[in-house]
């Protein structure tokens, strides 16, 4: 396969010089892969690029340029909604609940409170089954979902799920804010700035968590718990924010070596290297005290993640579980849990498969499709088709055949016709521990006349084929 590195770009340049584009600066290439990742090119490029720019557009005589150290006002704020006449009907409509509940407390896994999402969609979890041995080291889920609605989905869709974080986490952030008292108390977004008043309905002012209901009531232990993300690993303008809540000189000029583009590998070895969440950054810098109002602008949102679906064909539908429902769409995915020990000795997970983990079978959850990219066209039924699918990415393979096998069956095609032609390669550590769905792979080729190779790369025998 051809390198594609920083293709899109090189691509996009080229063409801007074919149409007689005249480039003012280098262009920049970042890469991950860098010692000190992204930012190990990208930041000594921005700074070259400013001062380019402020030679290229000097500011008008009388006006300089805004300090890096003058904090810049968020277009939204925080506020009491009781503070806020428009909410005040709503906020009587829909009272909060005052306290978590003991049994989430106790059990500390996040609350079974349904998101508010734009075009969200229930579904209710079926079944969430480990499928490595427990004495493997990476837990592998068969997460099957169930929606009591017909949603039409093809081979290389993915399913995005919205995480949620623990509440012993948000009650330690909570605390360490001084905001435990103030933490269901209702609160909603209000304008900061006339442009974001006169505007609002545009999405470049929209506030920073939108919602379905634009009156949604909500509090900071709900905002905390379902849309920041205080587990992520924090960038560099976010230690550039904690500057202006700590009055403590230390703590300041640890924080400002951090924002200081000398001082990149510091960053690197203090953030990415140990894996160091936002939270265990305001554990050590207990000084820090972030203003309610303004959290949404310092702490980034929580991001919905995104899977390939697993399931196509017969393993689309399902009986109804209830009478009412006519049809019932099932969505199966493949997860690996993301678990670890980091250089520091501390276990890291990840903030999506924590979550994902802790689904119980009847537990509802709110969830978006997102169109793939496969291209998926029952006309090439007749074609063969390879596929390779390392580990979990199997999952969107996995979807293509049973959709093939679906759509020969309804059109009549002999299930056997491609048969040695629909191949899928198949890799994996160990064939005991994380060859997934090993026995429905033998049942096809048996079935369909699909070949399976299966490369087990910790196994003596490495490569063997299931015809």
């Known amino acids: 396969m051809a390198c594609r590195f920083n293709w899109a770009h090189r691509k996009l340049h080229n063409r801007l010089l074919q149409l007689g584009a005249v480039s003012f600066y280098e262009r920049g290439e970042s890469d991950e892969q860098h ?48 503070n806020v006449k428009a909410f005040s009907e709503a906020a009587a409509e829909h009272p909060l609940p005052t306290t978590v509940p003991e049994e989430v407390s106790a059990k500390d896994s996040p609350p079974d409170d349904l998101l508010d999402i734009l075009n969200g969609t229930v579904a209710t979890v079926e079944s969430n089954n480990r499928l490595t041995p427990n004495k493997h080291w990476q837990d592998v889920r068969h997460l099957i979902l169930r929606l009591d609605e017909t949603q039409p989905y093809v081979p290389g869709d993915v399913l995005a799920l919205y995480p949620k974080n623990f ?25 900061n700035s006339p442009n ?43 230690f550039a924010q904690l500057l202006h809540y700590t009055d403590d000189e230390f703590h300041r000029e640890r924080l400002q070596e951090f924002t200081n583009p000398e001082y990149l ?92 983990a802790s689904l119980r079978p009847g537990q509802q959850i709110i969830v978006t499709f997102v169109k793939g990219s496969f291209g998926f066209n029952s006309e ?64 096809l080729a048996e079935q369909t006349g699909l070949t399976v190779f299966p490369a087990f790369s910790r196994d003596q025998v490495s490569l063997m084929r299931i015809a």
């Open 196 to 238: 974001s008043l006169d505007a609002k309905r545009s999405s470049m002012y929209s506030p920073p968590v939108r919602f379905s209901n634009p009156n949604h009531i909500f509090t900071l232990r709900e905002l905390l718990t379902n849309h920041l993300d205080i587990m992520s690993i924090p960038r560099r303008s976010f």
């Open 265 to 356: 590998d510091e960053l690197f070895d203090y953030t990415t290297r140990p894996r160091r969440s936002i939270l265990e950054v305001l554990d050590e810098f207990t000084s820090v005290k972030i203003p309610w109002q303004r959290v949404c602008s310092v702490i980034p949102l929580m991001r919905a993640r995104q899977f390939s679906i697993a399931s196509g064909g017969s393993l689309k539908v399902a009986a109804p579980s209830n009478p009412a429902s006519e049809t019932v769409t099932k969505v199966e995915l493949l997860v690996a849990i993301v678990k670890y020990r980091t250089v520091i000795k501390r276990i890291r997970q990840g903030v999506a498969t924590r979550y994902i």
């Open 380 to 443: 090439n039924l007749k074609k063969p088709v390879i596929m390779v699918g390392p580990g979990t990415g199997v999952a969107p393979m996995r979807s293509l055949i049973y959709e093939r096998i679906a759509i020969r069956e309804k059109l009549v095609l002999p299930l056997t016709a491609a048969k040695e032609d629909d191949v899928l390669f198949f890799g994996c550590r160990n064939r005991e521990s994380d060859y997934f769905f090993e026995n429905e792979w033998i049942e």
């Open 167 to 191: 509440p012993s986490d948000v009650d330690h952030f909570l605390n360490l804010m001084n905001w435990a008292s103030m933490a269901d108390i209702p609160i909603c977004f209000v304008p």
């Open 35 to 82: 010692p000190e990742g992204i930012d190990g090119t990208f930041l000594p490029w921005s700074l070259g690029l400013r001062q380019r720019l402020i030679d290229l557009f000097p500011l008008p005589d009388g006006q300089i340029a805004i300090a890096d150290d003058v904090p810049l006002e968020p277009k939204w704020i925080l506020e009491h909604v009781a």
